[in-house]
């Protein structure tokens, strides 16, 4: 087999240590270094004396990151591959081997690296994926003062469908310092809410004990601290998506998506997404995609695979809030897939779709054009006339034609 890279390593990497298998015209060598900063670039020096062009390694967790943000201030070409696809051959298994096997697939160009955005766009990734776990954060303690108040015999959410909205805030806040007057907590409601308060007064007839208002300033206290700290990361996010403007606004026209979103996906793909050489193969990538298994000309499972969740998460909101809007083209998709496949397919689907579109506007720098709930209609008319003209025969009518 034909050698493509003559000087190469290959990486097994771990917590502690980090086993290096260099290939050269002149033999094999391997070594075995710490994983601390010093021992790193021990072996950047290591690598470059010999002269070495090409490294891959395999994606363990986090630990290749440490190896990664050293090598990559280098020459080096680096290769971070999936370990699913360089997994060696049953038998005797050791750290060494296993070097050693990443380095001969390399040495013959059988490794396919993984996207790795650069540095800047990789501290944009940690800070939008913690801005989203802190806001998940946030709806479990919801969900806790939700339960909170079940057990204290307040049915708060049967009346209100925001408990933590002003009014809502504002009547927990109150219970917690003490208040138990039905008619005062009712009182505290603002808006349109105000139109409920005979029912709210019902609904705020408890039982609250001392421990669950405690648990319930605390759980308030939780939820301000929470709510703080996304405040601060969004002021972070938002200084470096500064040249990001165009591109935002360009996905901001997408019906569902809105500034958050976009800011995630942006974090995830990136500005330029012509490193991906069509939207089907983004789409593979992220996993948003109808899986292919295909034996003996039968059709077996479709499942999506594991893809990037962080991505896939951020266009499954999208695709659900675009799939309630009104006389838009995603909605018309959304409804015309869940009345036959469900709802849960056809919101994958239009998560695939919304893939699609964003690759297009950052692609071709594009504006996002809607086609129009009828789309579909419109595509087919005759068919679609023969369908509803069958539909409405079938309940005994007679359906004459006419222009309008």
């Avoid at 040495?107 to 650069?118: A, T």
């Avoid at 939820?223 to 360009?250: P, T």
């Avoid at 992220?286 to 962080?310: D, F, Q």
Wanted: proline letters at 2%; glycine letters at 8%.
């Amino acid at each position: 087999m034909e050698v493509l890279y003559p000087r190469c390593c290959g990486l097994d990497v771990h917590q502690k240590t980090v086993v290096a298998c260099i290939k050269t015209p002149d033999g094999k060598e391997t070594k075995t270094f710490k994983t601390m900063t010093g021992d790193l670039v021990e072996l950047a020096d290591w690598l470059a004396a010999k002269g070495v062009t090409h490294v891959a390694m395999e994606s363990t967790g986090v630990y290749w990151q440490p190896v990664y943000n050293l090598l990559e201030q280098l020459s080096f070409t680096l290769l971070v591959v999936n370990a699913h696809h360089i997994k060696t051959v049953p038998g005797r298994k050791t750290d060494m081997k296993d070097a050693e096997w990443i380095a001969e697939l390399l040495r013959h160009g059988l490794l396919h690296g993984s996207f790795i955005p650069n540095r800047s766009q990789r501290e944009l990734r940690e800070l939008t994926r913690y801005r989203r776990s802190l806001v998940q954060q946030r709806a479990q303690v919801v969900h806790r003062i939700q339960k909170l108040l079940e057990g204290a015999n307040i049915k708060l959410t049967a009346v209100a469908s925001n408990v933590m909205g002003v009014s809502g805030r504002a009547m927990l806040e109150a219970m917690a310092n003490g208040e138990k007057s039905p008619q005062v907590l009712a009182d505290l409601a603002k808006g349109r809410l105000r139109s409920k308060l005979r029912d709210l007064e019902e609904a705020l007839r408890g039982l609250v004990g001392p421990h669950q208002r405690m648990l319930l300033q605390s759980q308030l206290r939780h939820i301000d601290f929470i709510e703080a700290e996304i405040g601060r990361v969004d002021q972070e996010v938002r200084k470096r998506m500064c040249s990001y403007g165009d591109a935002l606004n360009r996905l901001d026209e997408i019906p569902g998506m809105g500034r958050r979103s976009a800011e995630e996906i942006l974090a995830e793909i990136g500005a330029d997404v012509s490193r991906f050489p069509s939207a089907a193969h983004l789409a593979s990538w992220a996993k948003v995609c109808p899986g292919s298994y295909e034996s003996a000309g039968k059709r077996k499972s479709g499942k999506i695979g594991h893809g990037n969740a962080w991505l896939r998460s951020s266009l499954v909101e999208v695709a659900q809030a675009a799939g309630h809007t009104r006389d838009t083209y995603l909605s018309a998709r959304y409804h015309r897939l869940a009345s036959r496949r469900g709802n849960k397919r056809a919101v994958i689907a239009l998560a695939h779709t919304t893939l699609v579109i964003v690759y297009s506007l950052l692609r071709y720098g594009r504006r996002y054009q809607d086609m129009g709930s009828n789309y579909f209609d419109e595509r087919d008319r005759h068919n679609t006339l023969r369908r509803s003209i069958h539909r409405i025969e079938r309940l005994g009518y007679q359906v004459v034609l006419q222009c309008a």
